[in-house]
């Protein structure tokens, strides 16, 4: 990991640990856990969101205002909103992705569960999904929560990473590792 995404990964966590226990001490992490869900999903769909948090030509008073609009519009809880805006004050906010990361992993622990990140060639079906989850639940033993993306690069198959643990069953990998095969042939 490079230095400056070192730094970025350590002051998303420090400022993700800070929501997570604010919030656990106030009995809130279903609140949390939607708020950070929603959030996630607008970073996902709004390339106009993202911009805001990383312009440096958008100043800390637009950035800040523009985050309370949004907190307001989504219904964010105290604590969640008061620490964007905090960061916005701080220069922060290009953190809010991996604090996002790092608030659904701490979440996620805290019930007891681990989630997979999938990567799939084409969108899995509700019930390919659910077999799926049941089938990570059965070799991890633990509740099983799936994080799938799409990635046309795979051409087939499934990455599926739970913990430090990956499996590939990718067509694209299938084919770099016979790629590799006849390399070392010749």
């Known amino acids: ?20 226990d604010l919030s ?7 609140k949390l856990e939607a708020d950070v869900s929603a ?9 106009e969101l993202r911009d805001v948090l990383v312009s440096p030509v958008v100043t800390r008073a637009d950035q800040g205002r523009a985050l309370a609009a949004i907190a307001e519009k989504m219904a ?6 008061n620490t964007l805006q905090l960061m916005a004050s701080k220069r922060r906010l290009f953190v809010v992705p991996n604090m996002i990361a790092v608030l659904k992993d ?3 622990e805290e019930k007891g569960e681990v989630t997979a990140k999938v990567r799939t060639a084409t969108s899995l079906t509700e019930a390919q999904s659910k077999d799926l989850a049941a089938s990570l ?3 991890t033993g633990r509740d099983v929560k799936l994080d799938v ?38």
């Open 1 to 20: 990991m490079s230095e400056p995404a070192s730094i970025s990964t350590g002051i998303a966590t420090r400022y993700a640990l800070a929501v997570f």
């Open 39 to 47: 959030l996630d999903e607008a970073l996902k769909v709004s390339p």
């Open 149 to 186: 993306t799409v990635d046309d690069a795979l051409i087939g198959g499934l990455v599926v990473r739970v913990g430090s643990q990956m499996i590939d069953t990718s067509i694209r990998a299938k084919l770099d590792a016979l790629q590799n095969t006849m390399k070392e042939v010749r």
């Open 106 to 108: 701490m979440i996620s």
């Open 76 to 81: 964010l809880g105290s604590v969640l909103t």
């Open 137 to 139: 639940t059965k070799a």
């Open 24 to 30: 656990r001490d106030a009995g809130d992490l279903e």
